[in-house]
């Protein structure tokens, strides 16, 4: 696994705007592609979600999602110091549940199979319309590649975890529209709290569909924010 610095990702500054993050870079505030998926959520899942705030209360609610979401980004940073070469096994505390559940996708999705780095942590946008933060970009398993990294409380099936395919099938588009790649593939690497490891693949023609899903979002998107 090396560093390939072939793409010059640019600098961004995130900033909250009507509650919602937005990225400013190429002359404009551009809208996070998580903000796109919020917004054109389906009543179905708003529903949903509604639904288990009430069954679990909503104090409870945002404990269980302010929890995930520091374990989250505590899991992805150990991840981005093992892509940068600075993750060190000796400090592996038995209680520290983001640091195994990270190793968990180093082992088992990371080592041998992604073979080089273009960027962590980068920035990536479509022009006029688009911005987000791609977790790898590089080559995996032969294919030029776009990687998303997800913990979870419990293991996921494909069919619920549609907003993620449409997030790297957003990023792929994005990053071959501005650089002219041939990103063909999206992978999804998952670690459960307690520790199970899952991997979601999608490419070519299914990623192409999900890359015409999203652009179908984001055009509902500016219709519904320019009401």
């Given at each position: 696994m090396e560093w390939n610095n072939k793409f010059?990702?640019?600098?961004?500054t995130r900033s909250i705007i009507n509650g919602s993050r937005h990225y400013a870079l190429d002359g404009s505030n551009l809208p996070s592609v998580t903000t796109i998926l919020k917004v054109t959520q389906s009543e179905e899942d708003k529903a949903g979600l509604a639904a288990w705030k009430e069954r679990v209360g909503h104090k409870e609610a945002e404990?269980?999602?302010?929890?995930?979401?520091?374990?989250?980004s505590s899991m992805h940073s150990?991840?981005?110091q093992f892509l940068s070469g600075k993750f060190n096994l000796d400090l592996l505390d038995e209680e520290n549940k983001s640091k195994k559940?990270?190793?968990?996708?180093i082992d088992n999705g990371l080592k041998n199979k992604l073979s080089e780095i273009w960027g962590a942590e980068a920035t990536v946008y479509y022009p006029g319309?688009?911005?987000?933060?791609a977790d790898c970009i590089g080559v995996y398993e032969g294919k030029e590649t776009i990687l998303d990294f997800k913990q979870s409380?419990?293991?996921?099936?494909?069919?619920?975890?549609?907003?993620?395919?449409?997030?790297?099938?957003?990023?792929s588009l994005a990053h071959n529209t501005v650089y002219n790649s041939k990103i063909t593939q999206g992978v999804i690497l998952l670690c459960t709290?307690?520790?199970?490891f899952q991997d979601f693949i999608i490419k070519d023609n299914e990623l192409i569909n999900f890359?015409?899903?999203?652009?179908?979002?984001?055009?509902?998107?500016?219709?519904?924010?320019r009401r």
């Amino acid at each position: 696994m090396e560093w390939n610095n072939k793409f010059t990702y640019p600098k961004s500054t995130r900033s909250i705007i009507n509650g919602s993050r937005h990225y400013a870079l190429d002359g404009s505030n551009l809208p996070s592609v998580t903000t796109i998926l919020k917004v054109t959520q389906s009543e179905e899942d708003k529903a949903g979600l509604a639904a288990w705030k009430e069954r679990v209360g909503h104090k409870e609610a945002e404990r269980i999602k302010n929890e995930a979401s520091n374990r989250g980004s505590s899991m992805h940073s150990y991840i981005e110091q093992f892509l940068s070469g600075k993750f060190n096994l000796d400090l592996l505390d038995e209680e520290n549940k983001s640091k195994k559940m990270a190793l968990e996708i180093i082992d088992n999705g990371l080592k041998n199979k992604l073979s080089e780095i273009w960027g962590a942590e980068a920035t990536v946008y479509y022009p006029g319309k688009y911005a987000g933060t791609a977790d790898c970009i590089g080559v995996y398993e032969g294919k030029e590649t776009i990687l998303d990294f997800k913990q979870s409380n419990k293991p996921k099936k494909e069919e619920y975890i549609t907003d993620y395919f449409l997030q790297i099938a957003a990023y792929s588009l994005a990053h071959n529209t501005v650089y002219n790649s041939k990103i063909t593939q999206g992978v999804i690497l998952l670690c459960t709290v307690d520790g199970l490891f899952q991997d979601f693949i999608i490419k070519d023609n299914e990623l192409i569909n999900f890359q015409k899903n999203f652009l179908e979002k984001v055009e509902q998107f500016y219709k519904k924010i320019r009401r």
